[in-house]
């Protein structure tokens, strides 16, 4: 089993930069993809961004594309997304999610460890 817990998210104003954590419970988080999703009110939940088990490969929504990257330190047993230019409409509440493989995709199927997630609010 698989503990995540979100962390980093608040209130900011549009073209702030703010970066989410993703902490997991053990050292063999290593083992594991992860990826990032959001759901904003009344919108259905979508991907973010995700990050092999090594960080050697990364995949990107085309909203987030340019703004946000994702990145890993397995020594630290974190994930995490840094975000740029921040936009109303990226308002959300952020998860982090891993798949029981060292690779990960936008397919929210693939995924079955959820963090609780943390709210991210970005005004105008």
């Known amino acids: 089993q698989v503990q995540l817990v979100e962390s980093g998210g608040g209130l900011v104003q549009a073209g702030a930069s703010l970066r989410l954590s993703c902490a997991a419970s053990?050292?063999?988080?290593?083992?594991?993809?992860v990826g990032w999703f959001r759901q904003a009110p009344g919108k259905e939940r979508e991907f973010v961004a995700a990050?092999?088990?090594?960080?050697?490969?990364?995949y990107y929504a085309d909203s987030v594309k340019g703004r946000f990257t994702i990145s890993r330190d397995n020594a630290k047993n974190v994930v995490y997304l840094q975000m740029g230019s921040l936009k109303p409409e990226d308002t959300a509440v952020y998860y982090c999610?891993?798949?029981?493989?060292?690779?990960?995709?936008?397919?929210?199927?693939?995924?079955?460890?959820w963090g609780r997630g943390t709210q991210v609010t970005v005004s105008s």
């Open positions: 999610a891993a798949p029981p493989r060292p690779v990960a995709g936008p397919r929210e199927s693939d995924y079955t460890y």
């Open positions: 990050i092999a088990w090594n960080g050697g490969n990364t």
């Open positions: 053990r050292r063999t988080f290593s083992s594991h993809g």
